[in-house]
């Protein structure tokens, strides 16, 4: 609108065919009109690339280019946008971007654990040749969290910010909550349904959580992704029991992305933690992601959508080929690479906070003596205790909930405890959060 | 970043010192490095106009040029944005944005009853002059649903928009809730808190929601700006009663404003409505403004901040002022002016839902069975009814709740059953919104 504007199409090549790469067909084509009026030109698919080209995916591809190598596809079709949706962190899909950017082409990319991992090494190169590399399918879906936090909050000194980012972990853990069924049991209906991978690993174990906040981590603090600054705990070992737990003291449990701006750094997070049903995370269910920012001048925000899905994923892809065909590139991380700083990272024994603690405990005299002792000895203090039943001599979950406490203290009371003879198995501990 | 960019500061002029005024020079002086980083140069004011230039402000004025008049400013002053803070839809605001852009200056403003009024041709002005007319910090405060609207989600058709959109209202009606107090005493009070004007009639008879949603409306379907398509309520008539009886029948009531595409045209409106508790606006409180919008790819997204004040406000003019730094200009609502088609509007009338309805009755024999036969007649059918005492000869609240109904009907239903004599006062409704 500036000036006079080409009103020649953006022409996009599509590598990766799955979910993504046929909704994002089908906004184009369902939506061209719309997107011309917003774009200020058309946006057009020149050319795509798959593993199987007779796979039937409800799109018609016979006007595009057919690649079978989308390597080749990045360096010679006719295209001024590569969108990368074969995922993975290294392999062909970082041979794409990479070969997209060298030849001069934009790219947008739903890979989040590409820039987990390359993300610094891409802006580089995309800084280099003034193109954009754009990712706003590659965290929390539908919500458009990237340009929040690039643009829209652009103004302030992120200090805290949480997340659910995971999809998969949130559908498990609502079911676990709304049927009182276990975990294993959960996961293997979700992978029937097709909400979760059949190696669930990267889901549940809190690995793309964790590639996201490193991302958002990078935008908020101006610092270089670094995905090892992340401690990460999935919910493999949250159980039922700690679910009822959770209810009866008036908490949900989330896995949540999380990252603080402390005294000794930047904590970066993903584990389960308690957070209050009056929180604003507390409500969000099922497939849904979330993301609360703290900003200092803006203060407390909340953005909430559909964390995946081809609809969503596809509006978020089409949104960043928006903004190549309007020519409003932005720094791939908010700022130039030149201008990200790596900080010290705080390490979560650093971390001052409430805990939930549930003890599986043989109830035999002495045994409350020996775990109050260990409290007391390490200056950790209870606020709660629930116990459930009371048969002498049988197995029974001692649930407590701590005050304000250094997780290394607890971690040193609780190492002592677990090593009575009384608990048969280790103690279990889940942070409380309140924001 | 896209080929070498120019490193000279963007120099910016401020209309109106007032809050956010102020809070926009802080937020330029304590954030200069980051907004430096984020805009591609540095973003630095050159002269400032208010009323009274000897007025305590708490920020340094000495480094700017004053002017007393700020359209003299708008056109003369060493600028390339003028940002208008003065508010109000004619007068100096206007003048200051159209004398800004006929200089060939952007425009960013807070203004959303200028936009309301004059959005289209300001629009049209500076789509002509090819200059960017920014208005981030009109809706919502903190929260970048412009941003979000006109950009994040702009492959998406939105199906419908629900927003607390007035922090003074949702604050008045929180503090009755949690108070049991009535409507004109809270009032009282948020007017000494400074919460409320001196006159406070913009906000409670909704005309400031209407305003924004006018906007909001433009950005999702692509019509022009127009405030008269809004049908407008505001909260004077509820009392302490319907507060009470919400809560009592799972409700919150909320002033909200809607949009929504219905077989006859866009439904525009602003009232104050019942939400299910479990509803996503139901938890927003006191100061807070949230917008939920139902893209058609992208599904449900929620946003929520802080709705005003210096410091959310200021945050928003300063996004604008780094996209407008980067040359990221986009069209003012989303697409061209001439894109913008007028689409009809669905009168309330057509509106097919359910409602609440509170009766004051003396309670004499046969009431009810006027009520009843005036609702059958119209095919009202009813859903629950409360009435709290029963003391016959006295006033006695009845509520009703009314299954899907088409409001045309329920009116005429109402308007019989307020002219029995046994109504002590007209029936009071409100609609009970599901989503």
């Not at 990045?74 to 971007?97: H, Q």
């Not at 293997?188 to 964790?210: H, N, R, V, W």
């Not at 709660?384 to 009371?413: K, S």
């Amino acid at each position: 609108m500036n000036a006079p504007r080409s009103l020649s199409p953006l022409k996009v090549a599509i590598a990766g065919l799955g979910t993504v790469g046929a909704g994002t067909i089908r906004v184009l084509a369902d939506q061209a009109a719309l997107l011309t009026a917003r774009a200020g030109r058309p946006v057009v698919i020149s050319a795509v690339s798959a593993r199987d080209r007779a796979r039937e995916r409800g799109v018609d591809l016979s006007a595009f280019a057919w690649f079978d190598d989308p390597v080749e596809m990045a360096k010679r079709a006719e295209a001024d946008v590569v969108v990368e949706l074969i995922g993975g962190s290294e392999g062909p899909a970082k041979a794409v971007c990479e070969a997209a950017l060298g030849a001069g082409r934009h790219v947008v990319t739903a890979n989040k654990a590409l820039l987990a991992h390359h993300g610094v090494a891409l802006a580089q190169l995309a800084e280099e040749k003034g193109l954009g590399l754009f990712y706003e399918a590659a965290v929390a879906g539908g919500i458009p969290i990237i340009k929040a936090m690039r643009e829209g909050l652009a103004a302030n000194d992120i200090h805290s910010l949480h997340g659910i980012l995971n999809g998969t972990c949130n559908y498990i853990l609502t079911t676990m909550r709304e049927t009182g069924r276990d975990f294993e049991d959960v996961l293997s209906e979700a992978q029937e349904l097709g909400y979760a991978e059949a190696d669930p690993t990267f889901d549940i174990d809190g690995i793309d959580a964790a590639h996201k906040l490193a991302i958002l981590v990078s935008l908020a603090y101006r610092v270089p992704v670094d995905l090892d600054a992340v401690t990460i705990q999935g919910i493999r070992h949250i159980s039922a029991l700690d679910i009822d737990f959770a209810t009866e003291l008036g908490y949900r449990i989330k896995l949540l992305a999380m990252a603080h701006k402390g005294a000794g750094g930047i904590e970066q997070r993903v584990s389960p933690v308690m957070v209050r049903l009056d929180a604003p995370l507390a409500h969000v269910e099922g497939v849904y992601n979330a993301v609360v920012t703290e900003g200092d001048f803006v203060g407390r925000n909340v953005f909430e959508g559909r964390g995946a899905g081809a609809g969503p994923t596809a509006s978020a892809v089409v949104a960043d080929l928006i903004d190549i065909a309007r020519g409003n590139i932005t720094p791939v991380f908010g700022v130039p690479v030149g201008a990200l700083k790596a900080q010290p990272v705080e390490a979560p024994d650093g971390h001052v906070g409430r805990y939930y603690v549930r003890l599986m405990v043989v109830d035999r005299p002495g045994v409350f003596a020996e775990v109050a002792a260990a409290l007391r000895d390490e200056k950790v203090s209870m606020e709660t205790i629930v116990q459930r039943a009371r048969d002498p001599g049988e197995t029974v979950p001692v649930v407590m909930t701590l005050h304000d406490t250094e997780e290394g203290a607890m971690v040193r009371a609780l190492d002592r405890i677990g090593a009575s003879d009384a608990m048969v198995e280790p103690p279990r501990v889940i942070r409380i959060e309140t924001f």
